[in-house]
């Protein structure tokens, strides 16, 4: 079985500071690690994704992650917050080694960047 | 480019009613399809995924079905909603390891 932890409902965090959105997952083989982010009655946009190779990925509007197998987490940072990165975040998770090809997500944390 | 429409945008049923939401795909061919649920804006629940016409794989039992008439139209439906079948319906697509790729969603409220 596959899975994904988002320890935090809600992240806050001032324009121009660092942001850090935590997530882990669990999974019987090697996993394809996915960031998503969705605004209010929309669709989720996808942010960045791990396939293979270097642990540091870097993805649309400055967000990058990082895999570490070690700690089995995929956590989602940028540099500096802007107020329009104020949003509902979700990780995801799928196993390289079933078959199966639905990503299963995490239950999302939302992120406030204050002015 | 690929692009995936999902429509209606909102939907108010009563009790009882049928349902039917429409999902197509274009500019791709053969894509895996899913139908998710997110409720009360926070976390999605796969309903059903598609790798194929005509091959529909169910995740949770519940009051819903899916079709896929063809390759690139995947089809939600009930035949009498419940009011537990409020929430916010996804449809997304993918060609194998890749992302999964969504529509802009439908807000259903069953009263």
């Known amino acids: 079985a596959q899975s994904v932890a988002q320890p935090e409902d809600q992240v806050n965090v001032a324009e121009g500071n660092p942001l850090t959105v935590k997530c882990t997952y669990s999974v019987s083989g090697n996993p394809y690690l996915f960031w998503y982010v969705q605004y209010p009655n929309r669709g989720l946009q996808f942010l960045l994704k791990y396939i293979t190779g270097d642990n540091l990925v870097k993805g649309s509007y400055g967000f990058e992650a990082e895999f570490n197998k070690s700690q089995t987490s995929f956590h989602l940072k940028k540099p500096s917050a802007l107020v329009s990165d104020s949003a509902l975040y979700f990780c995801a998770v799928r196993d390289k080694d079933t078959g199966r090809r639905a990503l299963t997500f995490g239950s999302g944390t939302r992120l406030q960047v204050q002015p | 480019s690929q692009t995936i429409h999902q429509w209606p945008a909102t939907l108010v049923q009563p009790v009882g009613s049928p349902l039917s939401l429409e999902c197509t795909v274009e500019g791709t061919s053969n894509p895996n399809l899913y139908w998710y649920r997110q409720a009360a804006g926070r976390g999605l629940q796969l309903l059903f995924y598609s790798v194929g016409i005509g091959q529909i794989s169910s995740e949770v039992p519940q009051n819903l079905s899916a079709s896929r008439p063809q390759d690139r139209q995947f089809i939600l439906s009930s035949k009498k909603l419940l009011l537990s079948d409020s929430g916010f319906y996804l449809c997304?697509?993918?060609?194998?390891?890749?992302?999964?790729?969504f529509g802009q969603g439908t807000r259903l409220t069953v009263v």
């Open positions: 997304a697509w993918s060609i194998g390891s890749t992302e999964a790729f």
